[in-house]
């Protein structure tokens, strides 16, 4: 609360010497003070929105939420409603305009049971409330990238920034996700007053064969003859450099800082600008920043006149300015017109060429009590900031408003700092208090205390020697999970052994060892990489062998051209986007023999073709080529068969086979079993318009999975997400596995996301692969019993249906602590003792070495086929 106190105490005194002693606001860099979603100062009846989801997730939840607290207040639109959902908006009035530089936006993760928020978002504003601007960045994109996911915030850049008083944002959305906002506006006010300028818009230039674009390109109002009802370059807050062909923002053309004009272009020998304001002020001057380098013809203006108008009709007697001419100098620099205190809430100034060009960048005006707009600091460091001689005298008072501005902050943060080691340290001196009256007065409770920690410290013995056996630093180099187990959910936190410290579990180790190496953003969770297995006598060892076996592209993936494939209908959609049926010409002659499909010599074939969503990002797209890599090397009967693949031009698309039944747990969701006394029958397999199969055609499917892991086993592939949704069902029940990936959008609900980075499908994993992060051979074989159980159950029920995801998590830390309190899951109805005590049990043995291999669970399910 304290330090609370002080934060407000000191933004009550930046601004106060802000106004006091510099008397100028608007530096981009400076002006980002959080505009009051957060802080409460923006009040509920000022937040509104198109739609909304329920009333729990109406436009006033929609705040910034930098605690994030429960995660749980936030906007959610209803999508559902609105056709192309693009029209969905929350709407913040801020009263007065601002001069807005950041906007930062957060999910809804609501502690772990919601999981929405806006990947992307578009912005819109106005000044008046009935116009209204698309933003758009320095190159046009409208689209900003917002949120991965539902925890963390993310701020983004207003480039070029944005005069508003009411500001929209409008998320971006494929109907396939509700999505949640939470947002916040960063800035500071716009005392300038200044609403629009109308100008002739920007000459071109010829420069040594160089095209130099003068126009004003960020302009937000209507543009015809003139440029008119809005604001642009002039007002963005970017001073242009000396030299008018370089640009302070990267990749701009050249002439991108100024607007300029060509003498000979405007007969008349000036520039007619017309400023508009909110209401009438008393002005006293105007800076106009001007490029000056004469020795390509440009020079600062030679004469300025200015009109005062007030009502409807401008006043007869302008104000009329001549700068000190400057031979001397090329530096950019503010020129300060004296207006002569004149009353006016609209002013139109004639700029008059003093040479072939005049460029200027950025014009501020100085009303009543206050200097406007422009920031007194450069943008950058090493701009020039015009102390040569012979040049506009105001620039040393520009520089010395500066310093005072620099010293006084200092001064401020220097006193700040003091108040705050002060509280802190008062702070940190009443807990050593509390703590040492604590432990005189309950000798008891610290008795226990020590036995905890006893148990504690036994327990991360067993923990780190378990992890010791089969964690080595080559693991932790290909583990995929790195950030999300930097800070592993409060769930396991809720785990007593787990509770007090996770560093003790060697997971930051790891985590911080993979971060190094580079993995950015929140990793896919399915990642597949190739680890070696090595079972020697009585422990497993991994190590990465032959990283090259998915290193480069694979030179038998050949390019089909995509003019070729011929869409049928959509079949489902991915982690990456749609997967479509199509079909493919001359695919047949086009595959090479080992990979042609046998018995199909169907022409044109029937192809599965998956496909990068056009505005993925670099990550995505990494991924998607990763799983192209994997695919390409894997060839067995039951594994999905990789054709061919188009990435020679975006889309990139993988050509796989078409499995005409689909996911295996949407069709055995569809299917019953049959009566043990039907089993033998051959009549069709139709009962009362229900599909009916045998157990024995299940454990059939079970067989085959388990053939395609033994072969997965064979090359020390590790899956990590093997369950029903993963698996494709062909012709005559032949099955296959895929999803090197991972499957979210349908079976969102079987993943379950830790601290907002990973989602896990923690209902098929083993216990160490929850508790320690362990992906291997053995854990690949426990998430094959939950696959089995959903076999054999039809896929009926998810696995642990009567358990929340934080009971699964608590069942988990059963497993580890292995006092008999685990709860299993149920053997499955018709299932024989054997196959569920000598198999779907020994998969999920504690201790991961005890496990069976594919090779003997293969055989198991072969010996046990009625
Ligand atoms: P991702 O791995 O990106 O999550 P999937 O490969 O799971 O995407 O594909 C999504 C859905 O598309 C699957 O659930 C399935 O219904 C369908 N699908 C994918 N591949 C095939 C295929 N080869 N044949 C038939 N249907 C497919």
Redo the contacts with the bound molecule.
């Keep these: 609360m304290e330090v609370m106190k002080v934060q407000q105490m000191s933004h009550h005194v930046v601004f106060i010497l802000l106004a006091a002693t510099v008397r100028s606001q608007v530096n981009p860099e400076m002006c980002r003070y959080p505009l009051g979603m957060t802080g409460g100062q923006i009040q509920d009846e000022d937040i509104s929105a198109s739609s909304q989801w329920s009333e729990s997730t109406a436009a006033r939840f929609g705040r910034l939420d930098l605690d994030n607290g429960d995660g749980d207040g936030a906007w959610c639109p209803d999508i559902m409603s609105e056709p192309d959902g693009l029209k969905e908006y929350l709407q913040v009035d801020l009263r007065s305009l601002y001069f807005i530089t950041l906007v930062g936006t957060q999910g809804r993760h609501a502690d772990g049971m919601g999981n929405e928020f806006a990947q992307r978002y578009r912005i819109k504003y106005s000044r008046d409330g009935s116009s209204w601007v698309e933003w758009q960045d320095r190159k046009g994109r409208q689209v900003i990238e917002g949120n991965r996911n539902a925890y963390d915030v993310v701020l983004k850049d207003l480039e070029p920034p944005i005069i508003a008083r009411f500001v929209r944002f409008m998320p971006v959305t494929d109907h396939s996700m509700i999505v949640c906002m939470r947002v916040e506006l960063y800035g500071c006010e716009w005392l300038d007053g200044l609403m629009s300028y109308s100008i002739p818009d920007g000459h071109q230039m010829i420069y040594r064969g160089l095209d130099v674009y003068f126009n004003d390109s960020v302009y937000d109002g209507a543009s015809a003859e003139r440029l008119t009802k809005g604001l642009g370059q002039l007002t963005d807050g970017t001073w242009g450099l000396d030299d008018f062909l370089h640009s302070h923002i990267y990749g701009m053309w050249p002439g991108y800082d100024y607007v300029g004009w060509n003498n000979k272009s405007l007969p008349k020998g000036y520039v007619e600008m017309i400023f508009e304001f909110d209401h009438v002020r008393n002005f006293t001057s105007m800076k106009v920043h001007c490029n000056n380098m004469f020795s390509r013809g440009v020079r600062m203006f030679r004469q300025a006149t200015c009109y005062f108008r007030s009502g409807s009709d401008w006043e007869a007697d302008p104000v009329t300015f001549r700068p000190n001419v400057d031979r001397t100098s090329q530096n950019a620099r503010f020129v300060t017109v004296s207006l002569g205190d004149r009353t006016a809430s609209a002013i139109k100034c004639r700029f008059h060429f003093s040479d072939l060009w005049m460029l200027f960048s950025e014009v501020a005006f100085q009303s009543g009590s206050a200097v406007y707009n422009t920031s007194l600091t450069p943008r950058k460091h090493g701009h020039p900031t015009n102390t040569l001689p012979g040049e506009d005298p105001t620039h040393k008072v520009d520089d010395s408003n500066t310093r005072i501005l620099i010293g006084c902050l200092v001064a401020i943060i220097a006193i700040l700092l003091v108040i705050i080691v002060i509280i802190l340290w008062r702070q940190v001196w009443q807990k050593m208090l509390e703590k040492a009256s604590r432990r005189l007065l309950d000798n008891e409770l610290t008795a226990r205390l020590a036995v905890q920690t006893q148990a504690f410290s036994s327990l991360h013995s067993s923990l780190s020697s378990e992890s010791d056996s089969t964690t080595n630093s080559t693991y932790e180099r290909i583990f995929p999970l790195c950030s999300d187990y930097q800070e592993p959910s409060r769930l396991i936190r809720k785990l007593p052994e787990f509770a007090q410290s996770t560093e003790h579990l060697g997971l930051s180790t790891s985590c911080r060892a993979l971060a190094s190496s580079g993995a950015d953003g929140a990793p896919h969770y399915a990642e597949a990489d190739i680890i070696s297995l090595q079972e020697s006598s009585d422990s497993y060892s991994i190590t990465a062998v032959n990283m090259n076996l998915f290193a480069g592209t694979d030179s038998s993936m050949r390019e089909f051209p995509r003019h070729k494939l011929t869409f049928k209908e959509k ?7 749609e ?1 479509h ?1 199509c079909e493919a010409e001359g695919m047949q002659d086009f595959l090479d023999e080992d990979l042609s499909i046998e018995g199909n010599n169907e022409s044109p074939l029937l ?2 073709v ?1 496909t990068l969503r056009e505005d993925a990002n670099k990550n995505a797209r990494n991924d998607f080529l990763k ?1 192209i890599r994997i695919m390409s090397r894997l060839r067995d009967p039951n594994i ?1 068969r990789l054709l061919a693949v188009c990435v020679d031009t975006d889309p990139l698309c993988m050509i ?8 295996l747990n ?1 069709f055995l969701c569809m299917l019953r079993l049959k009566e043990a006394a039907d089993e033998d029958k051959t009549e069709p397999e139709e009962k009362e318009g229900e599909s009916m199969v045998s157990y024995s055609k299940l454990i059939g499917m079970a067989v085959q999975i388990a053939s395609g892991m033994k072969y997965l086993s064979s090359l020390n592939f590790v899956h990590r997400d093997l369950a029903t ?2 698996c ?1 069902v ?1 012709k005559n029940y032949t099955i296959k596995i ?10 969102r609900g079987d993943y379950y996301r830790i601290q907002g980075r990973a989602v896990l499908p923690i209902r098929w994993m083993s216990w160490e692969s929850i508790l320690l992060g362990k992906f291997t051979m053995a854990s690949d074989v426990w998430a094959f019993g939950v696959t089995l159980w959903e076999i054999l159950t039809l896929c009926k029920k998810q696995p642990y249906s009567q358990l929340s995801d934080e009971q699964v998590i608590e069942n988990t830390g059963e497993f580890f602590r292995d006092q008999g309190k685990q709860v299993y899951l149920p053997k499955p109805p018709r299932c024989p003792d054997g196959v569920y005590n000598d198999l779907m049990l020994s998969c999920w043995r504690r201790n991961a070495k005890q496990r069976p291999s594919f090779q003997e669970i293969h055989t198991q399910l072969m010996e046990s086929l009625p």
């Design positions: 079949l489902g959609e991915g982690q990456f986007g997967v049926l192809v599965a998956k799983e999905v796989t086979e078409y499995m005409e039944n689909g996911d949407q949704r993963n494709l062909g895929a999803d090197f990936g991972m499957s979210r959008n349908l079976y």
